[in-house]
């Protein structure tokens, strides 16, 4: 069912990227950052280009801190409560992305329909899907900073949150 789409990307990638990045200036416009650099007044690329400098992990931080104890609608515009720790080469020993449901079904989750459509598109007699997958996640931590708020490595947010459809085919549970 999602090959069409597939396809479609391939077939217009700059327009696909145009309307993935209209897509997340419209729905962060009225987030703190998104009124800082006026993302209402953001119509195309160029516009996006001149109105907001290219950042770090460094210059996002302050956000990051304040939505891990709590505050919201600074970086995206529905709530946050998971974040992915991770290692890097910034000046800190881990980074923390915060990881919405937005990005879990839009990102993470349809990007794995879309290998598995592609994987069986090439191969339509595979029997891939028809047993369990060993899946090894790692390990996620309240945050003691803000309780309703949890991080750990990417896999285990991942696995904390995976929709229905993914608990069917691993093991263990």
């Not at 390990?139 to 991942?158: E, F, K, R």
């Amino acid at each position: 069912m999602r090959l069409w789409r597939i396809d479609g990307w391939k077939q217009h990638p700059v327009d696909a990227q145009r309307e993935v990045l209209q897509d997340l200036v419209t729905s962060a416009q009225y987030t703190e950052f998104g009124r800082r650099y006026r993302f209402s007044e953001l119509f195309n690329i160029k516009s996006f280009k001149q109105a907001v400098p290219i950042h770090e992990y460094d210059d996002l931080k302050p956000y990051i801190e304040r939505m891990m104890k709590g505050e919201q609608n600074l970086l995206w515009n529905t709530p946050v409560y998971w974040f992915a720790k991770s290692s890097g080469t910034t000046s800190d020993k881990s980074k923390f992305i915060p990881v919405s449901d937005e990005s879990l079904e839009d990102g993470h989750f349809k990007g794995a329909k879309d290998v598995l459509t592609m994987y069986y598109n090439f191969n339509p007699d595979s029997i891939l899907l028809t047993g369990k997958g060993l899946v090894i996640g790692g390990s996620h931590s309240i945050n003691p900073m803000n309780a309703d708020a949890q991080y750990g490595d990417l896999s285990a947010v991942l696995l904390q949150n995976s929709p229905f459809w993914g608990h069917w085919l691993r093991t263990p549970t």
